[in-house]
């Protein structure tokens, strides 16, 4: 290990405000509000992609510099039981569900 160079820090975290209607979760139920999906064998050469629901139910596709609407039957594909040829849920994004 190279001990000569400097050590680092890390950036100061904010403190992100908290709204007091929102702070607790009453229902212990979470919606899927987005997913970021890979479609490829490896993590460094395939293609990552995110799939964003909109207030009305319907899903929308964001591939580079496209986007396009996303039949909602294809988010339930994302389980990675497709493999490599189709996409694999990557990261899940949760909102809380109120009362």
């Known amino acids: 290990m190279d001990t000569s ?47 964003v629901k909109q207030d009305d139910d319907s899903w929308l596709l964001f591939d580079d510099d496209k986007v396009r609407v996303a039949d909602p039957s294809d988010i339930a594909k994302l389980d990675g039981k497709g493999g490599a040829e189709w996409h694999i849920a990557y990261l899940c994004l949760y909102a809380t569900k109120s009362s």
Not at 15 to 23: C, F, G, T
């Open 5 to 51: 160079s400097p050590a680092t820090t890390a950036p100061p975290v904010a403190a992100l405000p908290v709204n007091p209607e929102n702070a607790e979760n009453d229902t212990g139920q979470y919606t899927l509000k987005a997913v970021v999906t890979h479609k490829g064998i490896y993590s460094d050469g395939g293609h990552y992609v995110a799939w």
